[in-house]
């Protein structure tokens, strides 16, 4: 059997993306699916790693991508949680870009009746990361101040409907003044950076951090007493979709060591996760798999491109254009 | 009206510590409550202070001490919440080693029928260093894995009472294996320093350190995913009851700096806080005088000293060998 799938045969440019044939093993191991892909998500790990900052890739060519949704086309004799033709979504831990996937049972994910196979594709990395952000490490509660600096992306969408869901308030921050009242529309306070800088704005309970750099010693000043500041990305490395070596040392010069000393003085935590190194955690996973397949907020679907024109959706995604989430869709 | 009080005058020895007489000013202001002091607590910090480590101390000669109990002897006309007689707890801010204080109303709190005098002075600094380091830092759940460095301390003995009332596990360490017996009591893991070391027990969602030094580095090793290393306080640093400089700078040093891109990497969370400095902040004390007021956990308490013999006291403490709280006791 023949899959499609996208390669990493370079570092670069979005354009040297690959589309190859694949032969798939014709035997399923007892434990396994074989998934038909309608659709793959695209996220911002993925550009990093095209342009071979991601430190935990495997070695090139490889096949990127984290997560997917399709329909079941066969099940090894051991599989219990899934028959063939039912709509389920996938963690992938690299190897998403693909039209034809085989996985372990227990990386396949029932998807719930309300949603489509787009929202599908478009949950589990993004779900996932605001609700570890938000449950694991803020643990945030009614009443809290929360701020979320990417809340037009993927991650922010499902974060801004958490914290409403908790009884927080959330601020959220865009780059774009055309894209406030799409932050608005969750129900949360809406800045551009320039207008959040100016408003004076302070003591958040909780801020997720998706930048790096020098914005992390502002948003460190302005968390309340035992307040929480959480990164999960060095996008200010990035530059309009360019690894460029200056804006890359510049962001690892300008993102902050933290001597403990000071954060015993000023009652202030931080942290840091990267929310694709819990898809490799298979113990952690396991746990978490019914709160995702159980999981009722809803991601915003920013894009969908064809398979064959993944560079359209790279460019796309790091050039901020999206609103929400950009996903890949594969022909049958 | 004639007060004793105890001052640091210089900075050292125990022994150095003064009693003097201090007049007291005639006239209450409005919200001002003066409170006939039967217990002062006392807590590591002001060992810190006495030997001239703590940076935000007022400028010598100064009383110490952060919290006391004892009976509202006079209100002023806006005082609501006390009547003359009333048993009360309060918070100090300095001051506290005093056989008389007047404080504003806000600072004073109502003692629980079910506690002694004795263990109303050893709760407020206490239960809410748990509290913050626990319920704010940490905000532990049910099932949440946690180690406490201090076990059978002041901090450590409303530690894992309320470890246990979250349904958390709590790991208690001890430098002393006579005091284990102590830590089972409150329902937790005991493990001296060293047997702790060679259980090889890791996966810890919260961590509370009081000691800084090397000891963060071996901690920060065994958190879990998403897990939170909490400090408060330099203990390394004191060496039985001397500031040695040795160990003051051996023990800065090795407290460690903590890179942002490690923590994103290694997906962890280092925070740490002075609980005095909650304090001072008026607003954040409002907001949590009814829960102090209401705390069922209990102190225990392990030593009981004239105030005429603080310097007893101060050795008792600095030299670990406490279990639970020392207090002071002023004669009326």
Known sequence: MQAQTIEITKFGSAQDLEMKNKALKEELADDEVLVEVNYSGVNFADIVMRLGMYKDAPPKPFTPGYEVSGVVKNIGKDVTRFTVGESVMAGTRFGGYTSFVILPEWQVLKVNADITLEEAASTPVNFLTAYIA??????????????????TGGVGVFALQMIKDAGATAFGLT?????????????????????????????????????????????????????????????????????????????VIQTPWYPMLKLVMQSKSVSGFNALSYFDDDVWMKKHIKM?????????????????????????LEQRKAKGKVILKWDH
Chains 1, 2 share one sequence.
């Open 175 to 251: 780059s774009s003044p055309s894209k406030k009242e799409f932050i608005l529309e969750y129900g949360a306070k809406a800045y551009t950076h320039e207008e959040f800088e100016k408003s004076g704005e302070k003591g958040f309970d909780f801020i997720l951090n998706s930048r790096g750099g020098a914005s992390l010693k502002s948003q460190y000043e302005i968390l309340a007493r035992s307040g929480k500041l959480v990164c999960i990305g060095l996008q200010e490395a990035i530059h309009n979709g360019k690894s460029s070596l200056f804006a890359k040392i510049k962001a």
């Open 134 to 151: 938000l449950h694991e490490f803020g643990r945030i509660r009614a009443g809290d101040k929360v701020l979320i600096d990417c809340a």
């Open 292 to 316: 995702i397949e159980d999981n009722t907020f809803k991601p915003h679907i920013g894009g969908v491109f064809k398979a064959a024109d993944v560079a359209s959706a790279h460019e796309f």
